[in-house]
């Protein structure tokens, strides 16, 4: 390598720049490049770009300095220019500056990603991947350095072309092409990489690798002989060198153990490979003789400060206490209260913000799901921070803290009883437990599926602390309402429905109960409401009223009145009697004092009685109480049980979909409903002391309505300014632990996929100190969690830097362009179907070529995107020059125009009626037209793919085939299909059932009872047609085309249908991804996904990491797909064709 001795200046630039912040050596790598002599390392890290020296004797100097991120640097040939990614225009732009540091320019404008991959040999241009213009997933294409339009390489594909280098010259490229998921450690299926070759001119493919694990990252040597790329082939990631020829196994470079390389950045010369592994730079000798670890080291100076301090008004939870003068709230992680300022006299209020919050509770932990105290002096409360979830109990008087439990699962959802003895809450994710604070007991209540990941269905306390309604599944993860007593601990199930009932919640009364319940079937919920003991109806068949009844007999009355005349002497003899008897008088008023004192002693007997006897029982009825309820609202597509009223005469209930939408209200005598907030959007309700105040939370803030009886009579908001402390690693470092504490709990196998998941933590804790932006923490977290290498698993990571300005949003005129076409304007080769150009009068044809956009010239070297930036939804003059296909549709329209006004005798002139209608071409050729952007062509890009797919079986098949192409597992894709093919094409007589690219959902038990019916019967009416039973049915051949990105319940569907031999499936194996997962919330907003349940064939396959494997393997021909054919649905069209010719 040619040695470079670097200029003192810049040394001395290097020096001053960083001094004025301490070095730190803890520093999260990414994507490095090596210089060609070798000296200096460039690399990314802390959302900048650096350089330093290999030795890093020097601090690194940074390159970038910009709110947003900027990543993937890439030395030019010639050592020049520097091109990187960054996304400081909202999406990853390619983004070049020279080496040495400057002003960054701009070379990609879609608002779509564009990631640089490579330099072309000669510095001119650079390789970059994006998904735009493309109906599924990214491919790859050329920049110039100077700018300008961009250019595809190759056609459409069915798998992800990402990655590329150029393989020693410009006609060939070596690109990583599949689907999958990078960080899942040691996945072998078909969701996943290998290596290819392209070349430019024939367009061919040449696999180089065939391994179902991963292969990527590949780089080119100078000389075009050697291909070298990443590996998990022997279980740990290596750089792996294989011929660029063929013909030899894989060789590996380096001796990486655990978390190998990732990002190959091969050096100009071919002697050194830059890598990341784990976080660190390395440089690996291109011949395997050794590799070395680079400790940059750059200036401690983060986009944002690591301990912040600052006013939040976002409130995560909230309750007001029982006598409405505190509100317990969660902000950021940590318990506040808030004095109510209503609970002030009016002239005792101080003069100060009465929206600061008291921060009672912090700590690095997460305290949560908190419960007030009857009395309102303490509450009860969740936190983490030993290490997992216990609760914990504090005495606001005090503010004295006890710990209520210490066990090896953890706790979630307190609640105390309405006396506040007893606590109920959950353990683990199975128990239902009561603690009874006086008893210091603890006693289990109900065993079963009462919580999902960290999600409890809900429960509510009885008024008599007696019972509890809780929810529960018994496998099928569809929740029913049960009712248990506390102290027989029987629990009733009172639902016994097959739909999700959840959040239960009683009146205040005891009478009744209501919960939410959400249709399995159909898209559709409402609330539920159950009378505890049913009443009968009065009746009255009396003629008159009762003032109106004849008087009693006289004679009757007269006697009455004699008899109690007689008694009235009686009673005042015996006075004058005992008049006469002093003694015998003083004797009897100390009987009395003694029977007085007798009966006080009998009242406090009974008042300690009362005590003793902690509640009053409620009254239950539970003969055929699962036939009682009845739904609430039901004219709503969608509703929900919230709260009864304070006085229990109405339940509240939401409501949404068509037609709804807000709070309703629902008497509990009449049945009548009524709206009480049209424009209510909250949840988690809190009456305040009187029941006149409904408190709720939405949007971060609190919220309340005034009620009286079923009507609003005003609305407000309780404004809220918390002060919050924290270190931002403190904080990652809570996330990043509960994160690994939630997947260890509730991942579906507890072996864990046979990974040892303790050590896991502190190797990624470790790591967690050089992490200095929010992508790089995400980084970190989705590595951990693809430890356990299972599908489903994702994680979340709110953006804390922001952004450097507001993001581009590129308006897009939804054709396709002839990218051949060397100018001037851009040639059209047909517009996509109902997009902008496809509008009745703003049509743009096959043949067009649009030479100006409102009013600007279009150049050969303009870049699209450039030019349609931030013009989304907007709309835009465009002259075209019409092509064949525009003249001849414009003569179509005429000759109609000249027939209509023949027809109706119109005397107008055709040129007037032309031009307000229709813009026509003028004499030199070209025509105007005004057109409104789209801002996204993906939904029309796959609209008009379907089109494709379904034209082509027709026109194969002769119109004998349907075609029906699932997108997701949902009811409205069911519906499609069940529309089309007892619809437009009901008379076809195979279908191919098209699951390629499915993204998963819920209906494989419907899609399978649909194809599994068979006609028992028919009706014949008298002179007419029959027809069968059941109406809808389809016993004709099925095809079902799959390949490696079906996901989820996109490969159940296979599954099932293979196992009951509905289909044949054709295509390539899907991928193995299919697990139950749910989302789980961490402190800081950040989220995982949390595989919680396995699905297991009949047989016995459990079909994560087991993909669905085709009847007739067919691989996608990409040179065919350019051609606008599809060898995939070739196949099933030939198959099923075969099939009814027998």
Request: contains cysteine; glycine residues 10%; negative net charge.
């Amino acid at each position: 390598m040619l040695r470079r001795i670097l200029p003192a200046a810049i040394l001395l630039l290097s020096f001053t720049a960083t001094s004025a912040w301490a070095l730190t050596d803890r520093v999260e790598v990414s994507s490095p490049c090596v210089s060609a002599d070798g000296k200096d390392v460039y690399f990314s890290a802390w959302g900048d770009i650096w350089v330093s020296d290999r030795k890093a004797e020097q601090p690194a100097r940074q390159l970038t300095n910009s709110v947003a991120d900027d990543d993937m640097p890439m030395l030019s040939p010639d050592g020049k220019w520097l091109a990187f990614g960054s996304d400081r225009h909202g999406s990853w732009d390619v983004m070049v500056m020279p080496a040495s540091g400057g002003q960054p320019r701009r070379l990609t404008w879609s608002s779509d990603s564009e990631m640089p991959c490579a330099w072309s040999p000669d510095g001119t241009r650079i390789l970059f991947s994006s998904g735009v213009d493309q109906a599924w997933l990214p491919t790859l294409w050329e920049v110039d350095l100077d700018g300008g339009a961009p250019r595809q390489l190759g056609g459409p594909d069915y798998l992800e072309r990402i990655n590329g280098c150029y393989a020693g010259g410009a006609d060939r490229i070596l690109i990583q092409r599949g689907v999958g998921d990078w960080w899942r450690r040691n996945y072998r299926g078909s969701f996943t990489y290998d290596i290819y070759s392209y070349d430019r001119g024939s367009h061919a493919l040449t696999r180089l690798t065939e391994f179902d694990g991963l292969d990527a990252w590949p780089q080119g040597s100078p000389d075009g002989k050697t291909v070298y790329f990443v590996s998990d082939r022997n279980g740990s990631r290596n750089i792996y060198s294989i011929p660029l020829a063929g013909g030899k196994e894989p060789k590996k470079v380096s001796d990486f153990n655990g978390n190998g390389p990732t990002s190959l950045r091969l050096s100009t010369d071919g002697d050194e490979i830059a890598c990341e592994a784990f976080g660190e730079l390395w440089l690996v000798s291109a011949d395997g003789t050794g590799k070395q670890r680079v400790p940059v080291k750059i200036a401690a100076d983060p986009k944002r400060e690591w301990v912040l301090q600052r006013d939040e008004n976002q409130v995560t939870d909230f309750h007001i206490s029982p006598n409405g003068n505190y509100f317990l709230m969660e902000v950021d992680g940590d318990l506040h209260i808030l004095k109510n300022p209503d609970s002030y006299k009016e002239d005792e209020k101080p003069d100060q913000d009465l929206s600061r919050t008291h921060h009672i509770i912090r700590d690095a932990g997460w305290e949560r799901q908190f419960s007030w105290h009857p009395d309102g002096t303490s509450f009860v409360y969740v936190s983490d921070r030993s290490g997992q979830n216990e609760l914990y109990l504090h005495d606001l008087q005090t503010g004295e803290e006890k710990k209520l439990t210490d066990s090896k699962d953890p706790e979630w959802a307190p609640r105390f009883a309405p006396k506040g003895e007893r606590i109920a809450y959950v353990r683990g994710n199975t128990e239902l437990r009561v603690m009874d604070l006086e008893d210091d007991t603890d006693e289990l209540i109900y065993r079963g599926n009462i919580k999902r990941n960290d999600w409890v269905a809900g429960f509510d306390w009885a008024p008599d602390g007696y019972w509890l309604a809780f929810c529960s599944h018994q496998g099928n993860l569809f929740f029913d309402v049960y009712l248990a007593n506390v102290e027989t601990r029987e629990p009733e199930d009172i639902s016994q429905t097959p739909d999700n009932a959840m959040n239960p919640v009683f009146s205040r009364d005891g009478k009744w109960l209501a919960w939410s319940q959400s249709s399995q079937v159909f898209d559709e919920s409402s609330a539920m409401l159950l009378r505890l003991v049913p009443e009968g109806n009065t009746y009255n068949d009396d003629l008159l009223f009762p003032e109106d009844r004849p008087k009693e007999d006289e004679n009757a009355e007269e006697e009455a009145s004699g008899d109690d005349a007689a008694a009235g002497d009686e009673a005042a003899a015996g006075d004058e009697d005992s008049a006469g008897d002093e003694e015998a008088g003083d004797g009897d008023a100390a009987g009395e004092e003694e029977a007085a004192e007798s009966d006080d002693k009998d009242e406090e007997s009974d008042e300690e009685e009362d005590k003793g006897q902690k509640y009053d029982p409620i009254e239950i009825d539970f003969e055929r109480i699962h036939e009682r309820y009845f739904p609430v609202g039901t004219q709503f597509v969608r509703g929900g049980a919230e709260i009864f009223d304070f006085d229990s005469k109405y339940l509240f209930f939401s409501t949404g979909g068509p037609g709804g939408g807000g709070l309703w209200a629902y008497d509990l005598d009449s049945g009548q409903e009524s709206p009480l907030d049209g424009g209510f959007n909250g949840g988690n309700l809190h009456y305040g002391k009187d029941g006149k105040r409904l408190y709720y939370s939405g949007r971060g803030s609190i919220g309340y309505l005034e009620l009286s009886g079923n009507q609003k009579r005003g609305q407000g908001s309780v404004p809220v300014t918390a002060e919050v402390n924290f270190d931002q690693r403190e904080r990652w470092a809570e996330v990043l632990k509960d994160a690994w504490r939630q997947i260890g709990y509730n991942f579906y196998d507890s072996h864990m996929h046979g990974i040892d998941w303790d050590p896991v933590l502190p190797k990624y804790q470790k790591r967690l100190e050089g992490v200095g932006t929010t992508r790089e923490f995400n980084r970190l977290l989705t590595e951990m969690v693809g430890e356990i290498n299972s599908s489903h698993t994702w994680a979340y990571v709110p953006n804390l830097e922001g952004s450097a300005g507001p993001s581009d949003n590129t308006g897009f005129l939804g054709v396709d362009y002839d990218t051949s076409w060397p100018g001037p304007g851009w040639l059209v080769e047909r517009s996509l179907q109902d997009g902008p150009a496809d509008e009745p009068g703003h049509e743009l044809y096959d043949g067009d070529v649009i030479l100006a956009i409102d009013g600007k010239e279009i150049q050969p070297t303009d870049n699209r995107f450039a030019l349609l930036r931030n013009k989304a939804g907007q709309i835009v003059r465009l002259r075209v020059k019409s092509g064949e296909a525009a003249l001849a549709a414009e003569a179509d329209w005429q000759a109609k125009q000249d027939a209509d006004e023949a027809k109706d005798g119109m005397d107008k002139k055709k040129d007037e009626k032309a031009e307000a209608t229709y813009p026509l071409t003028s004499d030199n050729g070209e025509r105007e037209l005004l057109l409104r952007l789209s801002g996204n062509e993906g939904r029309l890009r796959y609209q008009q793919w379907v089109v494709d797919r379904k034209d082509e079986v027709k026109e194969l098949s002769d119109g004998r085939i349907a075609y029906v192409h699932l997108p997701a597992m949902f009811m409205g894709a069911y519906n499609d299909l069940f529309r089309e093919i007892f619809g437009p094409q009901k008379d076809c007589d195979a279908l191919i059932i098209d699951v390629r690219f499915n993204n998963g959902g819920n209906i494989h038990n419907e899609l399978a009872e649909l194809f599994s019916r068979r006609m028992f019967a028919t009706v014949n009416p008298r002179g007419g047609p029959f027809s069968k039973e059941p109406s809808f049915t389809w016993e004709r051949p099925v095809v079902m085309l799959i390949n490696e990105r079906a996901y989820s319940d996109g490969e159940i569907v296979p599954h099932v249908f293979q196992q009951l031999g509905l289909a044949t499936l054709i295509g390539m194996p899907t991928g193995g991804n299919v697990i139950r997962s749910g989302g789980v919330s961490l402190m800081d907003g950040s989220g995982i996904a949390t595989p919680a349940d396995g699905f297991y064939m009949s047989t016995g396959l459990n079909t994560e990491r087991n993909g669905v494997q085709p009847d007739i393997e067919v691989q996608v021909d990409p040179l065919l797909l350019e051609q606008g054919r599809d060898n995939q649905i070739e196949a099933a069209v030939k198959y099923l064709l075969e099939q009814l010719s027998k």
